[in-house]
Every structure is written in C-alpha cells, then in structure tokens.
C-alpha cells in the first residue's frame, strides 16, 4: 500500500543543536516530494519541495532536505535550530501515477531556549 | 487574493445529523483536497478531484461525499455523523503539471473543526 512514513514523533533540542528529520514514502512510481511545517495555530505551509534535477533542495528558513531515490527517503536538516523552529512538520509525497497527495503523520518539533 | 476559503471554521454535530463543508478557492487550481488532522495522526486524504466532475477515494471516504460540479468549489457532506468524524478537516488545492515547478504545492485552506458528540 502507498505510505509515507515519519520516523520520528516527537523530538526535543535544544538551541542550535542540529536536526534530521526522517521521511520514508512506499511508491514504485515518480514523485514529487514535499515537507510543510504548521506552527502553532497556524495553518499547514511549504517550507522546501523536489520536483527533478538536484536531490539537495534548499528551503525557506535555513532547512534543506534530500532526495535519495534507492532508499525511497526525503529527510529534512538544518544545521542550527532555533526556538522558533518549535511546529509540527509533514512530509508530503505527489504520486505521479494516481494524482493524489499522501501525508506522513507528522513530527512535533520542541526547541528549548 | 482569498486563496482557499473554508466554511463554517467551528461546528458541534449529534450523532447522525448531516451537514456539509463547504470550500471554495479563486486561483483556477484544478487539483482539490479534503484532508482530516487528527493529533498523532497526521493528515489523512478523505476525497480528491482533478477537474470539475471528477472525484476519487482517498485513505479514508467511509463516512463522506463530495461532488465537483465546478472548478472552483468542492464540498465534502458527511451524511450521518459520528463520534469519529469528530477532527480538524483542511480543504487544500493546487495547480497540475508534474514537472512544472509550483505544481502540486499545496494551498490550505484555514480549517474547519468538527465536534460531533
């Protein structure tokens, strides 16, 4: 079945420590790959996307994520956190075939100050 | 620009009464969405359309309708309302074109949250 999977559910850092979030999708097909962020009472938004050309895709905010075609991943960094990074983030995945959009259930990000 | 609107943004429901969310967006997007938000549970696909008169099943339909009689507009009825419909429901569009770059970015609409009791 199609899925896309976020590794991690919660992650607690502290300031400017470094972050890796892990997204893995089940999809034999092409696709397009997304990560949105959602800050607290605030609606889903894009923070970077890969459509084709270059796997390192840099986002909005100092975040950048890569795409590695053989492990079917799309795992978003950044290098410093900062305390408002604290949101929730998606990975999103467009499956070419079929059209649609399928989300992973989400990482709860808390940076401490 | 307006975007994606969504109404109504709160509504109580008892069991088995209907009502219908409503969407609407202004930016000719042909692709439209309806997603469920469950805390721990990400966002779900309920329904999706590609064009107006075209619907298909996301992960999650039982429960809900849609219909696509236009571009712009696309709402989702839930007939019989239950405990577990009971969610944050996000309508969302975007434009086509698998290698055009803004294609399939999502616009999201401000949400609309369902308690049915």
């Known amino acids: 079945a199609q899925s896309v999977s976020q590794h991690n559910h919660h992650v607690i850092l502290s300031e400017a420590a470094s972050l890796e979030l892990g997204c893995n999708y089940s999809?034999?097909?092409?696709?397009?790959l997304f990560w949105y962020v959602q800050y607290p009472g605030q609606h889903l938004q894009l923070l970077l996307k890969?459509?084709?050309?270059?796997?390192l895709v840099k986002g909005i905010k100092g975040f950048e994520a890569e795409f590695i075609k053989s492990k079917f991943s799309f795992n978003l960094r950044k290098p410093s956190v900062q305390w408002s990074d604290t949101a929730e983030y998606f990975c999103?995945?467009?499956?070419?075939?079929?059209?649609?959009?399928?989300f992973g259930k989400g990482t709860r990000l808390h940076i401490l100050p | 620009n307006a975007g994606v609107t969504q109404t109504p943004k709160f509504r109580i429901l008892k069991i088995g009464q209907s009502m219908t969310l409503q969407c609407a967006q202004d930016?000719?997007?042909?692709?439209m969405y309806w997603y469920r938000q469950d805390p721990g549970m990400g966002l779900k696909l309920i329904y999706y359309?590609?064009?107006?008169?075209?619907?298909d099943k996301g992960e999650v339909p039982n429960g809900y309708n849609v219909s696509r009689s236009t571009t712009e507009d696309f709402p989702l009825r839930l007939e019989l309302a239950a405990p577990s419909q009971t969610s944050v429901y996000f309508c969302?569009?975007?434009?086509?074109?698998?290698?055009?770059?803004?294609?399939?970015?999502?616009?999201f609409g401000a949400g609309s949250r369902l308690t049915v009791l």
């Open positions: 969302a569009s975007s434009s086509t074109g698998h290698r055009v770059s803004g294609a399939n970015v999502l616009t």
């Open positions: 999809y034999g097909g092409t696709v397009n």
């Open positions: 890969y459509f084709s050309g270059d796997p």
């Open positions: 999103a995945v467009f499956m070419n075939r079929d059209d649609k959009i399928i």
């Open positions: 930016m000719n997007h042909n692709y």
């Open positions: 359309s590609v064009g107006a008169g075209i619907t």
